[in-house]
Nanobody, 126 residues
Framework: QVQLVESGGGLVQAGGSLRLSCAAS???????MAWFRQAPGKEREFVAA????????VYADSVKGRFTISRDNANNRVYLQMTSLKPEDTAVYYC????????????????????WGQGTQVTVSS
């Protein structure tokens, strides 16, 4: 099973930017990949997902137009570029891989992802 390690989190002021990175332990080109986040006291929520070939990105309404998901299959990495950050974006961000290889589309359903990283903290100050 592929292992995922996130990095790039940190403390940033509102309006700032961060780029999160997720490194896979081996090739993951056959999997749809996604980012989720979980704020203290809240359930884990979908942020963005991208299909195995980098197409069909899907975004949560709360981040649409501000966040961009991308992937580099040659280097087994998936990224989340975050701009115009808001205090409500503060959360632990998790990278996840779809349970079904060769899935045709990206989904926002948490139950469709069965491989998770350990998370990286993003804190946005006002």
């Amino acid at each position: 099973q592929v292992q995922l390690v996130e990095s790039g989190g940190g403390l940033v002021q509102a309006g700032g930017s961060l780029r999160l990175s997720c490194a896979a332990s081996r090739t993951f080109r056959q999997y749809t990949m996604a980012w989720f986040r979980q704020a203290p006291g809240k359930e884990r929520e979908f942020v963005a997902a991208v299909t195995r070939n980098g197409g069909g990105p899907v975004y949560a309404d709360s981040v649409k137009g501000r966040f961009t998901i991308s992937r580099d299959n040659a280097n087994n990495r998936v990224y989340l570029q975050m701009t115009s950050l808001k205090p409500e974006d503060t959360a632990v961000y998790y990278c996840a891989a779809d349970r079904n290889p060769w899935a045709a589309s990206a989904t926002n359903s948490l139950n469709e992802y069965d491989t998770w990283g350990q998370g990286t903290q993003v804190t946005v100050s006002s």
